[in-house]
């Protein structure tokens, strides 16, 4: 493999090309950035299992891992252009600038700095896996870490299972390994489709039978959650793959067994949510949890020796004969399989008018022994209030993260929500047209190397993109872009799935200085921020931890977290509950006054302010600021309680 110089031109740039081995002119780079790849996506990977890294202290750490990288590669030089995923980036960067600029109408500040620090940390790792993920070998074995550590979560929750471990279930629905049930949903999911990309190529039998071993146990655990958003991620990835990329006969019948390993184990792994009890969330009979392991892990070698004979079997069917009546068996099976479908469903039309009437209804009730065929929960009411928020200001937006607030206000029901469980609405919300039209971008940008390089690497190409496409549909119905560990795996498949495997260096000494100028002022400036805000909620939580012993440790405490994050409530929250038990009443009252101002729609510092009025006897004020938060937040029946009859704080 030779580097090819082209002639200097109006930007004079070399420009390098790569392919699946190191490139002459240039192996001390990629020798350099071998070990790149595998240590960030691994670390994404691993952290990912810590809870989707939902709060705040682990992802901040990530994001400081993350931003320290890119400075590196910025100083080394290995940073240059980004081909065709140039206008995804740039829109995706815009969109964390234009989220920070939101701190200044937002609704919530706080919240506001926390989502932008969020889209900083998306950047910082789009980047990097830009950088890093150079070859077709880079981004293979990328996405190979990923499938092996879902696959070993899985695993670890089967035995989980089978030792009948109580923390396993929420509601009847696996809730392990990530805490959060639909976080688990994602998180198997997008195991899933490495191994099916995987199974279909893989020309070992071995190999490939237990790719398909280890995605019949992670599509079992899928049903174990009982998340419906999975359904729709599931036939839109499949539709798309079948469609997008080439050896769509042996991507069908890889699907169709693993989707035979589900329908074997289905009577024992259905039978859980079957079986629940609402008043015992977590109390799933030891014999129902270790049935349905048993029966995932039977289907999965069941299957998986089946499907090690297929590949056998598919090396002898070579001739166009042989290869045109496979396909022919193939669009029979899938037509078959798609009546029995519709058949058990009875009338398709009558079933989706009464689950369109249970969606819109807000109608919560389970009676069904199984959730997947039903549409009912608040979702509705939740989009009604992204849809409210964004007619109130279309082009703006209420400001990144301040979501939660109006919805208090809107809200039809009495589920405490923060996100309207859709990222699509929760930017149009949140970040108004302009995020909009920088979220199209993002997508269009990556679509369009996606499509292009798609018969070039299909392997990649399949693992990347169902991955990519599960996460995009769960995240549309539900909040797993509020996940960094699962989102940052998605980021890592786009990219790898875009074939993004040419290096663009700037000879032009001036230009080169520029760029690396520039985006190391972009890198400090978002290093700046996260590290203000993270030591902040380091200080946050060192008063909470004191206010219990030692109320004035907590008053200094929290007056450093406020020097370095004024917009943080629930350091506000801590102080006066500080001042509190120091009995310093007006000074209590005039931090949660402070805070009140801060947020004007936030209906907590009000009911705290009556909480605190209450203690001091003074229930005319305590009534006037339950009241005030009523109005902030009409659903809640505890405040109506109280602004009714002030005294009900102290019983």
């Not at 289905?266 to 014999?287: C, D, G, K």
């Not at 995020?435 to 990649?460: M, Q, S, Y």
């Not at 805070?595 to 705290?608: D, I, K, S």
Request: hydrophobic share 55%; net charge positive.
């Amino acid at each position: 493999m030779t580097a090819t110089t082209e002639p200097a031109t109006a930007t004079n740039v070399v420009i390098l090309r790569a392919s699946d081995a190191d490139v002459d002119g240039d192996r001390s780079r990629d020798a350099r950035l071998g070990i790149l790849a595998p240590v960030v996506v691994g670390l994404i990977a691993l952290t990912a299992l810590d809870g989707g890294l939902y709060d705040y202290s682990r992802w901040g750490l990530l994001a400081a891992v993350m931003l320290a990288v890119l400075a590196g590669l910025l100083i080394a030089g290995k940073v240059g252009r980004f081909g065709i995923l140039t206008p995804a980036f740039v829109a995706l960067a815009g969109l964390a600038a234009w989220a920070s600029a939101s701190l200044l109408w937002a609704d919530s500040p706080d919240r506001a700095w926390t989502e932008s620090n969020r889209l900083v940390l998306y950047t910082a790792v789009f980047a990097i896996c830009v950088v890093a993920l150079r070859t077709s070998r880079d981004a293979r074995r990328s996405l190979a870490i990923i499938g092996a550590v879902i696959a070993a979560a899985a695993l670890w929750t089967s035995v989980a299972l089978l030792r009948g471990d109580p923390a396993a279930f929420l509601d009847h629905r696996l809730d392990m390994p990530i805490g959060y049930i639909n976080g688990t949903a994602g998180l198997f999911l997008i195991g899933l489709w490495p191994l099916v990309s995987l199974a279909e190529r893989a020309a070992n039998p071995l190999v490939a039978a237990a790719a398909v071993a280890f995605a019949v146990l992670e599509a079992n655990l899928l049903v174990l959650t009982q998340s419906r958003a999975i359904v729709p991620a599931v036939l839109l990835s499949t539709c798309v793959l079948v469609a997008l990329f080439p050896g769509r006969i042996g991507r069908v019948w890889t699907l169709l067994f693993i989707g035979a390993g589900v329908a074997v184990a289905s009577p024992w792994t259905l039978a859980i949510y079957a079986a629940r009890v609402p008043a015992q969330p977590r109390q799933v009979a030891h014999e129902l949890a270790q049935g349905a392991a048993i029966a995932s892990l039977l289907a999965a070698f069941g299957v998986a020796a089946m499907w090690a004979a297929v590949v056998l079997l598919r090396r002898r069917l070579t001739s166009p004969g042989a290869q045109r009546l496979c396909a022919i068996g193939t669009v029979a099976t899938v037509l078959c399989v798609t009546a029995l479908g519709l058949a058990a469903s009875g009338d398709p039309v009558a079933h989706v008018q009464t689950q369109w009437r249970a969606f819109t209804t807000l109608n919560a009730t389970e009676t069904s022994s199984t959730r997947f065929t039903g549409a009912g929960g608040f979702r509705y009411d939740l989009w009604r209030v992204a849809v409210d928020d964004f007619k109130r200001e279309p082009v703006l937006g209420v400001g990144a993260g301040s979501y939660g607030l109006s919805y208090y206000q809107r809200r039809g029901q009495q589920e405490s929500i923060r996100q309207p469980h859709s990222l699509p609405l929760q930017i149009l919300a949140e970040l108004g047209l302009v995020g909009g039209v920088l979220a199209l971008i993002v997508v269009a940008g990556t679509a369009a190397a996606i499509v292009r390089h798609r018969r070039r690497d299909v392997l990649a190409g399949v693992a990347g993109v169902g991955i990519a496409l599960s996460w995009a549909v769960q995240t549309s119905l539900d909040w797993l872009y509020n996940l960094p560990g699962i989102t940052c795996i998605a980021i890592v498949a786009v990219v790898a799935a875009s074939g993004s495997r040419q290096f663009v260096a700037f000879a032009d000494t001036r230009t080169r200085r520029l760029v690396l100028i520039s985006s190391a002022v972009l890198v400090a400036v978002g290093a700046a921020s996260f590290g203000r805000h993270y030591s902040a909620s380091v200080y946050a939580q060192s008063a909470r931890d004191a206010l219990p012993r030692s109320p004035s440790l907590a008053l200094d405490k929290s007056a450093t977290s406020l020097q370095l994050n004024p917009y943080a409530m629930e350091t506000f929250y801590t102080r006066a509950a500080a001042y509190a038990r120091l009995d310093d009443y007006p000074r209590a009252r005039d931090v949660l006054l402070r805070a009140a101002a801060r947020e004007p729609l936030n209906f907590v510092p009000w009911a705290l302010m009556g909480d605190l009025a209450s203690r001091r006897g003074v229930f005319s004020e305590a009534r006037s600021a339950y009241r005030r938060a009523l109005t902030l937040n009409p659903r809640d029946a505890m405040l109506r309680e109280l602004a009714t009859d002030p005294r009900r704080a102290l019983r």
